[in-house]
């Protein structure tokens, strides 16, 4: 069993939807990511967080460091929010610098 | 565009090749990160170099050797490779090591073992 788990795996939305994926991890984290990996390969961050909620544009994510749990939400989704998302934790220990990766959630959206 | 670049982006090759990926930063970053992605997999880290030291190899097999000249520049040498090695493979840099800082990707080269 991975130590960090997505679901769900694949996600279709029409657009303007209202869209969320969730990321549960088994182990003691010093910060969660969201990463968002557009076909073709290239990743590109989109959130670091250790508490609570942070929000850029149409992007949400939450983080409830007790229940081990973290959410992703994007509201008015657009077929350009089609893509991979990928949850990774970073480590509390002294190798804190790694990442462990979930399987991602492969987003498409509609038109 | 995040800074990281990697070329070859597409690379076939046979078993009994000899090819190089390369990675280069322009971010001014200390520490840099060989990644590997296959398919229906997580990325699985493979090495990390921290100011041209390597930090952490990842149990990879000793058909990839990485070479970090300086601090800008990663390489991944490959030989006498296996088709399950054929995925994406990312390269990364962050400022440092720890928790505080980010890593940024670069684009991937697709490799394929034929």
């Known amino acids: 069993k991975n130590e960090v788990e997505q679901s769900p795996q694949n996600l279709t939305a029409q657009e303007g939807e209202f869209i969320t994926i969730n990321c549960s991890y088994s182990v003691g984290i010093s910060a969660l990511h969201w990463l968002q990996q557009h076909p073709g390969g290239g990743i590109v961050s989109l959130f670091m967080l250790s508490s609570g909620k942070k929000k850029h544009g149409r992007l949400i994510a939450t983080i409830n460091i007790q229940e081990k749990h973290s959410s992703l939400h994007i509201t008015a989704s657009h077929p350009r929010d089609s893509a991979v998302y990928i949850c990774a934790v970073r480590g509390s220990g002294g190798s804190n610098y790694k990442l462990t990766f979930g399987k991602g959630t492969l987003l498409t959206v509609n038109p | 565009e995040t800074g990281v670049t990697q070329t070859p982006r597409h690379l076939v090759m046979g078993m009994t090749n000899k090819k190089s990926l390369k990675c280069e930063q322009h971010l001014g970053h200390n520490a840099m990160y060989w990644y590997k992605q296959s398919a229906k997999k997580p990325l699985e880290l493979m090495f990390v170099?921290?100011?041209?030291?390597?930090?952490e190899n990842n149990s990879v097999p000793s058909r990839f050797s990485p070479e970090c000249p300086n601090s800008s520049h990663l390489f991944l040498h490959l030989h006498t490779l296996q088709p399950e090695d054929s995925a994406l493979y990312l390269c990364?840099?962050?400022?440092?090591?720890?928790?505080?800082?980010?890593?940024?990707f670069g684009p991937g080269t697709r490799l394929t073992v034929t």
């Open positions: 990364a840099s962050s400022q440092d090591l720890g928790r505080q800082f980010e890593q940024y």
């Open positions: 170099y921290n100011f041209k030291e390597q930090t």
